[in-house]
């Protein structure tokens, strides 16, 4: 309902303060009703998004996919029961996006229940990644989930080849399928090689399921199942929430809140109110990494877009531009960031509150977020199952990768600044890093008032993951927002591509673009084919393209980009960045 302190609230454990924009949003809802968009998008009615069904149509399975999958219960469960008479106790994930984005979360919000195996999700093209689990791994008692939707996501099928191979030279021809299962699309290429090499289980999923919808399906269940979560009971929540959603908008009662979610989403961004910033329980926060994928990459195109800033911990309000969404997603019981929250909504700043009771309300969550991805998509007047600018970084990587087969190197970029094993490649040159540095951020100046700022900085983290780069990379953030007052991204490479490489290059242009590089000490070959020691290029390589075709692509659709590789030293010249920044 409506009461005198313009807050929206239902049973849903969801709150809206939204200030100034509460009338405007009202008016949002009010236009869902008058139009029936609940009602149409719950009869697959591919009008509310388009003139055309073209990847509408055949993207909306994910609308039953709590009911449906339900039946699927006995089955994982059958499933996990044999891996684990098996004796496997650990499980590598081998996916990227919406294949992997959900397994990641459910591993790190509710661990590994006694007597399951661990799960661990290589999402990571860096040679040292793929080293690093190789190490930490036995084969013997290793299962690897082969994720892909289409069957032929480059990262993954290089991942699959890679460690098959590991397990056939150690186990032979006659086990090595035994440790692999696949979660694909009906007749997909990875179904065919799945067949053909003997992999224990094929997962066949819905194919009108997109890949940052499928969480309530075999990709995110499997994985789920094989860590001990009670993926009835997740299904039972998202199944509840699916129920809510399909009721009509009622503005008395707040009723349907992830369609007042959506509304809020899609309105406040038509407001130029459109970096949706996460405030997380510890418990809860590897969820805003999910909800980064989906929304970005639904939101983010022809010229328009919803950015998810997740990750970071709340700072004062007035170190916000005033074009914040504020999401505290809060687990009953974890308060750390109460009294923050209740300060920017103080200030003035929009915030939604969402309640979770306990973990698992975390199936509830994700349907809510996809019916309001849907929903602000409508309102933006855009499609939110297609990704017409992923492919453009993929050509691009595709013709260095095809550069390097054929002269042996990939292209060589001209430096602009070097110092110390740092090396910088943008369209200036300087003899201080300093001035090239804070001369490339200057456009997110915006005079006296840096609230009204509504640009923000990506960085491109294309380093193998690490606890200590993470901490820098969060205090180079940190310096930034207290100077500028704009959003800040951190997205490690390749993954980030699969998530929030869409809005990048799809938006309306208002952001920067920092990418970072470093020396590879290790590489490691991926193989043409699986059984197979022949190599045409490594993981080393395959990283360094995609970081070179993203660049291009990002170039291509007129945005501004500064490389910097940081040589042998990453924490070191990270810490370079932070002390130079004006």
């Not at 993207?59 to 699927?72: A, E, F, I, K």
């Not at 997740?234 to 959506?262: C, D, F, H, P």
């Not at 930034?480 to 929030?500: D, E």
């Amino acid at each position: 309902m409506v009461n005198k302190k313009e807050v929206f609230t239902n049973g849903q454990e969801f709150y809206a303060n939204l200030g100034e924009y509460t009338l405007s949003i009202i008016e949002r809802v009010l236009e869902l009703d008058k139009n029936s968009i609940i009602d149409r998008i719950w009869k697959n009615d591919y009008t509310v998004w388009g003139k055309q069904p073209d990847e509408i149509s055949n993207r909306l399975g994910w609308l039953h996919s709590p009911d449906v999958m339900t039946n699927t219960v006995f089955e994982i469960k059958s499933f996990v029961d044999k891996i684990r008479e098996a004796k496997f106790n650990k499980v590598v994930l081998l996916g990227m996006g919406g294949s992997s984005l959900a397994p990641e979360v459910f591993r790190f919000t509710f661990g590994v229940a006694i007597g399951f195996p661990d799960l661990v999700v290589l999402d990571s093209t860096d040679p040292g990644a793929v080293l690093e689990i190789e190490r930490e791994i036995d084969v013997n008692n290793t299962l690897f989930i082969v994720s892909t939707k289409s069957g032929g996501t480059v990262e993954t099928i290089s991942f699959m080849k890679y460690f098959y191979n590991l397990v056939f030279k150690q186990l032979g021809n006659k086990e090595a399928g035994k440790h692999f299962v696949a979660v694909t699309d009906p007749g997909s290429g990875l179904e065919k090689l799945a067949k053909e090499m003997g992999f224990r289980k094929i997962f066949l999923n819905d194919p009108n399921i997109g890949g940052r919808y499928s969480a309530l399906s075999y990709f995110g269940l499997v994985p789920a199942a094989l860590i001990g979560m009670d993926i009835l009971k997740l299904l039972e929540k998202g199944n509840r929430m699916a129920s809510y959603s399909r009721e009509i908008v009622l503005l008395e009662t707040g009723q349907n809140s992830a369609a007042w979610l959506g509304a809020i989403m899609g309105g406040m961004a038509l407001e130029g109110i459109d970096k949706l910033t996460f405030i997380s329980s510890p418990s809860l926060k590897y969820f805003g990494g999910w909800i980064e994928q989906l929304v970005a990459e639904s939101t983010g195109k022809q010229g328009k877009g919803i950015l998810p800033v997740d990750g970071t911990e709340p700072d004062v309000p007035d170190n916000y531009s005033n074009d914040r969404l504020f999401i505290y997603m809060k687990l009953k019981g974890e308060d750390e960031y109460d009294q923050a929250t209740d300060q920017l909504e103080k200030a003035g700043h929009p915030v939604v509150r969402i309640i979770l009771e306990d973990k698992y309300d975390l199936g509830r969550e994700i349907f809510r977020w996809e019916i309001a991805t849907v929903v602000a998509g409508h309102i933006l007047g855009i499609n939110p199952f297609d990704q017409p600018d992923v492919e453009s970084a993929k050509l691009r990587a595709r013709e260095m990768v095809t550069e390097y087969k054929e002269k042996g190197q990939l292209p060589v970029l001209p430096v602009t600044f070097e110092s110390d094993g740092l090396k910088v490649y943008s369209s200036e040159k300087s003899d201080s890093l300093s001035d090239l540095l804070n001369n490339f951020l200057h456009p997110l100046f915006s005079g006296e008032d840096f609230h009204k700022s509504k640009r923000y900085l990506a960085i491109h983290v294309y380093l193998k993951p690490a606890l200590q780069v993470s901490t820098l990379l969060e205090n180079f953030r940190a310096k930034i927002l207290n100077n500028y007052g704009v959003a800040v991204t951190i997205g490690f490479g390749p993954r980030f591509l699969h998530s929030t490489g869409q809005l990048h290059k799809g938006d309306e242009g208002i952001g920067l673009f920092i990418q970072l590089l470093a020396d590879m000490p290790e590489d490691c070959p991926i193989p043409d084919n699986p059984k197979d020691e022949a190599s045409s290029i490594s993981f080393g390589v395959l990283k360094t393209s995609q970081a070179l075709g993203d660049r291009q692509a990002l170039i291509d659709a007129g945005r501004k980009v500064m490389t910097i590789d940081l040589g042998s030293d990453i924490e070191k010249g990270i810490e370079k960045l932070i002390d130079v920044v004006d």
